[in-house]
């Protein structure tokens, strides 16, 4: 009868010997797994926090403006003066609540926006050869990607020639815009955006005239940033 007892204690023991290992095999074997990761190592618990700090860029473009030369006796002489552009960008953003982005941003290009018109003997040829702005900006960061808005005050240079004779002026206007940047690299930023920028009337003393000259442009850019 001991035997018996004895050979079930036994039994009982290693099993309950076998389960204990199984659990703690469970329990310790087996290693949690790592958290999923964003594009460029970037955990994508926390996807906003890629956007904040400084940045550099450049950015080609294309511009579509709207002319118009007031001129006396004469009125309204309305066309359009377009060009390429090239130029760099460079801000700093900061993150607030989960992917709310603010930041601020400047800009400054080279231009080769031009017109060339006549009315009756007189030749008129407006230009703009360089521009640029300073603007704020709101974003919403999903992930690899924020789009964004902008806003803020835009410069640029102003040209009229009359018959040979030139003057040139510095243009004070707004900016407004919206775009959207996605990462390429964990470093390297790419984006696209449209920045309109109004101006007011610009007064040329130019050939014994007072001529209003007023250029708009709506700005078509892309750009490549490197994230500090």
């Known amino acids: 009868m001991s035997k018996v007892l004895f050979a ?6 290693m099993s309950i010997a076998v389960a ?12 949690p797994p790592a958290p999923a990761q964003g594009y460029g190592g970037f955990s ?4 906003a926090a890629n956007w904040a700090g400084a940045y550099l860029g450049v950015t080609p473009g294309y511009s579509l403006g709207s002319l118009t030369n007031k001129v006396p006796g004469v009125g309204a002489l309305k066309s359009s003066i377009n060009g390429a552009s090239i130029g760099g960008y460079g801000g700093v953003n900061a993150l607030i609540m989960n992917n709310l982005i603010v930041g601020a941003e ?10 060339a018109q006549t009315n009756g003997t007189d030749f ?19 992930d690899r990607y924020m789009p964004y808005v902008t806003a803020g005050l835009a410069f640029g240079n102003n040209t009229l020639n009359l018959n040979g004779a030139q ?6 206007g707004y900016a407004l815009g919206a775009g959207i940047e996605g990462f390429a690299t964990d470093r390297i ?15 040329h003393n130019v050939a014994g005239k007072s001529i209003n000259t007023n250029i708009s442009s709506g700005l078509i850019r892309i750009g490549a940033g490197y994230r500090f």
């Not at 079930?8 to 023991?13: G, S, V």
């Not at 204990?20 to 290693?31: E, F, K, P, V």
């Not at 994508?44 to 996807?47: A, I, L």
């Open 167 to 172: 003057d040139s002026t510095t243009q004070i």
């Open 44 to 47: 994508n618990q926390s996807p």
């Open 106 to 115: 400047g800009d400054l290009n080279l231009s080769d926006q031009h017109n």
């Open 189 to 203: 930023v790419v984006r696209g955006e449209y920045i309109y920028e109004g101006f007011g009337d610009q007064t």
């Open 20 to 31: 204990d290992t199984s659990y703690a095999a469970d329990l310790y074997g087996q290693q």
């Open 124 to 142: 008129y040829k407006a230009s703009s050869n360089w521009n640029g702005s300073v603007r704020g900006r709101l974003g919403a960061s999903y």
């Open 8 to 13: 079930r204690a036994a039994f009982l023991a």
